[in-house]
């Protein structure tokens, strides 16, 4: 069981706004720290798409946006893709276990 | 700027395996470099890191069987992993992380490590 939680599965029609949420508590997204949040795509290794809670790496297109508030954090992707279609992972570090935390995954499908 | 993993394989239970992360285009010394586990259809599970000043630390899963460190000579990080359980079994990736900011932005592409008689 995951110390952060995400809903197992997203799906949105093309063109149109996802979000994938995670869940924390106060010993990690709740005490500050950062998320960030990662895309696998099968067979493939996981790929840094927001860092710090909102920022975005080179490269990464503006339509993935990230946000957090409280024990939670947010993952939009905005004008949905057939690439999109993947694995997204939300991670934090979390003070009560001293070592970093993935959330369980959401798995994206474009319809 | 690359990761190159290597040295996983078939395994017997109780068994040790030492995995090695290639660094090219940086300096691991200078980073925060860590260890990342994906078992079979399953999620990723943080293992280990090494910070740039040498300090350490494990995930529970593993700690007191696993031992990551680097070989700045070679660049190179490492993770020796001893007492090998079934449940290790998983493709391991060594990812690297910035020490002015957060999140593991270069990933290798994995070895895969399956722990079975």
């Known amino acids: 069981q995951s110390v952060l939680t995400q809903p197992p599965s997203v799906s949105g029609a093309p063109g149109l706004r996802v979000t994938i949420s995670c869940t924390g508590s106060?010993?990690?997204?709740?005490?500050?720290?950062?998320v960030h949040w990662y895309q696998q795509l099968p067979g493939t290794a996981p790929k840094l798409l927001i860092y710090d809670n909102t920022n975005r790496p080179s490269g990464v297109p503006d339509r993935f946006s990230g946000s957090k508030s409280g024990t939670s954090a947010s993952l939009a992707i905005t004008g949905l893709q057939a690439e999109d279609e993947a694995d997204y992972y939300c991670q934090s570090y979390d003070s009560s276990l001293s070592g970093y935390v993935f959330g369980s995954g959401s798995k994206v499908t474009v319809l | 700027v690359q990761l190159v993993e290597s040295g996983g394989g078939l395994i017997q239970p109780g068994g040790s395996l030492r995995l090695s992360c290639a660094a090219s285009g940086f300096t691991v010394s200078s980073d925060y470099m860590n260890w990342v586990r994906q078992a079979p259809g399953k999620g990723l599970e943080w293992v280990s890191i090494?910070?740039?000043?040498?300090?350490?630390k494990y995930a529970d899963s593993v700690k007191g069987r696993f031992t990551i460190s680097r070989d700045n000579s070679k660049n190179t990080l490492y993770l020796q992993m001893d007492s090998l359980r079934a449940e290790d079994t998983a493709v391991y990736y060594c990812?690297?992380?910035?020490?002015?900011?957060?999140?593991?932005?270069?990933w290798g592409q994995g070895t895969t490590v399956t722990v079975s008689s």
């Open positions: 106060r010993s990690n997204i709740g005490a500050g720290y950062g």
């Open positions: 090494i910070y740039s000043g040498g300090s350490t």
């Open positions: 990812a690297r992380e910035s020490p002015d900011r957060g999140g593991m932005d270069v």
